[in-house]
């Protein structure tokens, strides 16, 4: 692996490294504070090409390609990793299942919004009961003519209480688990779907998840993405897809803990001296340090891959449990660099420790990472 980017690449990174700190940065107390998600960021971002950066042009995305998306997610997310995975939801599940399974009617339709930035997109697949099992889903479509009806309840929707489209995951026949799953484009006003509570979480404050519900909420054929029965296998090929986002989301999450750390650690003195030149603190930054590079390593091996449209699966789901483990393991460490300060507002660092723990649960728990990389080896 070559962790080579070209001039294009690099000129992502310094242009969204920039656009992190000198628009993303003075938001970050407003969304701890209020959590209020940072919708002038993200119509800005919309303006830079941010929201479509894997798009195809005539679809109205920037045409990138999909290493250049992850640089953007992980410079955004050493910044503030609530607008990272703002930008990785709305691209990786909320707008590729219509790119990849969409018919052209349905990309043109809706696309060129989500690109834009104009429409914010959401992926409701987890429900109260099904997070890790997503094919024991309850949520029904039952066909009436020429509509489907949507009865049932989705939980921990990122960017559900903004969007204007969902990907919605229901179940149209009584097939086993799987089979019997198909997928719809929901439009945000579509009467029968209900806005619910908005989560207090831990961290990833700014970042909107909230509860849905589809009382006989009526949805034209129309809308139904890809074939009946088809929905599991979108949700999982997208997910694939999306965990590269997440370990880079993690990724930038650990190496702002590592970058503060070392800062404070060439600042700080005790005993005389400051405490990167005492041994254990070195030998601490040196571990930290090594884990972000192997994290780094297996994210852009694991974007390159999907880049080429070659099987990415397996490094996906390895990238994503190793970076979010290092992204949990770093911020901790950084924590414990700050000392006392550490544990106070007045750093960033314990944010990130705050931040860092969901990037281990959702998209897929880091047992489930387990799991579908065993399914890969032994296949
Ligand atoms: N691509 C295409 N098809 C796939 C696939 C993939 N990656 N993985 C599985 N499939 C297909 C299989 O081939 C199989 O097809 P057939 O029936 O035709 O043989 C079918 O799907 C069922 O596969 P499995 O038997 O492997 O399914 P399973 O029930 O054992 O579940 C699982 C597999 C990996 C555990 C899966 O349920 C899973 O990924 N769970 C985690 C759910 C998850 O990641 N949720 C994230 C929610 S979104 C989110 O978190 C966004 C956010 O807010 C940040």
Redesign the pocket.
């Known amino acids: 692996m070559n962790l080579k980017f070209t001039e294009e690449q690099e000129m992502m990174r310094t242009m969204v490294r920039d656009f992190a700190q000198n628009e993303v940065a003075k938001e970050v107390e407003r969304m701890e504070t209020e959590d209020r998600f940072p919708i002038e960021v993200i119509k800005k971002m919309g303006e830079l090409g941010l929201m479509g950066i894997p798009i195809d042009e005539k679809y109205g995305g920037s045409g990138m390609d999909f290493t250049s998306y992850i640089i953007a997610i992980h410079e955004l997310s050493k910044v503030s990793a609530s607008v990272g ?1 703002i930008l ?2 709305h691209t990786s ?1 909320g707008t590729n299942p219509i790119l990849y399974f969409g018919t052209e009617e349905q990309k043109q339709k809706y696309i060129p919004k989500l690109a834009s930035g104009e429409y914010i997109g959401a ?1 409701a ?2 429900e109260p009961s099904a ?6 889903l309850r949520t029904t479509a039952k066909r009436d003519g020429d509509d489907y009806i949507l009865n049932g309840s989705k939980m ?3 960017n559900g209480g903004v969007a204007q489209t969902y990907i919605v995951f229901a179940r149209t026949s009584e097939e086993e ?3 019997g799953i198909s997928a719809f484009i929901v439009e945000k006003d579509t009467p029968g779907l209900i806005i619910g509570k908005k989560e207090r979480k831990m961290g990833l404050h700014g970042s909107n ?1 909230v509860e849905l519900s589809f009382d006989n909420c009526r949805v034209s054929k129309e809308q139904l993405l890809g074939e009946e029965g088809e929905g ?2 979108i ?3 997208n ?2 897809r ?2 590269v986002g ?1 370990a880079a989301q993690a990724l930038g999450i650990a190496e702002a803990s590592l970058e503060h750390a070392i800062a404070y650690a060439k600042e700080r003195e005790q005993f005389g001296k400051p405490i990167a030149h005492q041994q254990g603190l070195s030998f601490k930054l040196a571990d930290m340090a090594t884990q972000v590079e192997a994290a780094k390593l297996l994210t852009y091996q694991a974007a390159e891959l999907v880049g080429k449209g070659l099987p990415a ?1 397996k490094q996906a789901s390895m990238a994503k449990m190793y970076s979010t483990k290092t992204a949990v393991k770093t911020a901790i460490e950084a924590v414990q660099v700050f000392g006392g300060y550490g544990y106070t507002e007045d750093y960033p660092v314990e944010r990130f420790f705050r931040d860092a723990k969901v990037t281990e649960i ?4 880091n047992e ?1 990472q387990r ?2 990389i065993g ?1 890969h080896l032994l296949k």
């Open positions: 995975v990785s939801v599940v992926f697949l987890t997070g890790s099992d997503a094919a024991s921990f929707i990122t688990r799987s089979r998840t599991f296998k949700a999982m090929s997910l694939d999306g965990r997440i699966g959702y998209e897929g728990t489930i799991l579908v399914k």
